[in-house]
């Protein structure tokens, strides 16, 4: 089955400073790649997503890169604000969705 | 909409005992996911339904675990005996479709506690 790895496990930026994590994928058929944000006491929430047929998405302050051949995806926040502080997920789709461990970050005022 | 509906968030029981959780997917979608998530393993899929038909229960760590799907609007996950290392926060999601389509929704989850 998929195997999802995501890197750092934590993360502290500056607010306004710019936030990246990487995940790797282990299945060359996994074709969609969503990531989701967890705040405290709720469940995920998928704020963008990446088909294998495309390269690079942009959403706003949020942008997400995918490399098919090397089988690693990244997400991107700029211009970061104390409300993104949260747990942050990747994921890959298979057959079913396998999600990486997750990111903590902390946005300092 | 409003939203996936679970419930109860917070349970609280003694060993041994049943436990049974609920959620309501959104109206109109044909998929319903049960997730588990804890520290030591993250995220993990239990079962999903399609059409309120169990599809994939490969998840299920126990027999002690069993899930139902009625009717489109109602699924349950119980427990029993619980354990405590049944101790978790249970997901429940839904979708529109299972592939690279569509976007899962999130229930705000269930915290188990066994003690």
């Known amino acids: 089955g998929e195997n999802v790895e995501q890197h750092p496990s934590t993360l502290s930026v500056q607010e306004g400073d710019s936030a990246v994590i990487k995940c790797t994928y282990s299945?060359?058929?996994?074709?969609?790649f969503p990531w989701y944000k967890q705040e405290l006491g709720k469940g995920p929430q998928l704020i963008i997503d990446?088909?294998?047929?495309?390269g690079e998405k942009k959403d706003q302050r949020i942008a997400v890169t995918l490399n098919k051949t090397a089988k690693h995806f990244s997400l991107h926040i700029t211009e970061t604000q104390p409300e993104d502080s949260a747990v942050y997920f990747c994921?890959?789709?298979?057959?079913?969705?396998?999600f990486g461990a997750g990111t903590t970050v902390t946005v300092r005022a | 909409d409003a939203g996936v509906i679970q419930s109860p968030r917070h349970e609280v029981t003694e060993m041994g005992q049943e436990v049974t959780l609920r959620c309501k997917p959104i109206?109109?979608?044909?998929?319903l996911f049960w997730y588990r998530q804890t520290m030591m393993r993250g995220l993990e899929l239990l079962i999903y339904?399609?059409?309120?038909?169990?599809?994939?229960d490969s998840g299920m760590p126990e027999d002690r675990f069993s899930a139902k799907m009625p009717n489109a609007s109602f699924s349950t996950l119980k427990i029993q005996p619980s354990e405590p290392r049944d101790s978790a926060v249970y997901f429940c999601?839904?979708?529109?479709?299972?592939?690279?389509?569509?976007?899962?929704?999130f229930g705000s989850g269930t915290r188990l506690t066994v003690v």
């Open positions: 990446i088909r294998s047929n495309v």
């Open positions: 299945d060359s058929a996994s074709n969609y």
């Open positions: 999601a839904s979708s529109l479709g299972r592939g690279a389509n569509y976007g899962y929704t």
């Open positions: 339904f399609n059409n309120n038909v169990p599809i994939d």
């Open positions: 109206s109109g979608h044909d998929y």
């Open positions: 994921a890959a789709f298979d057959y079913k969705l396998s």
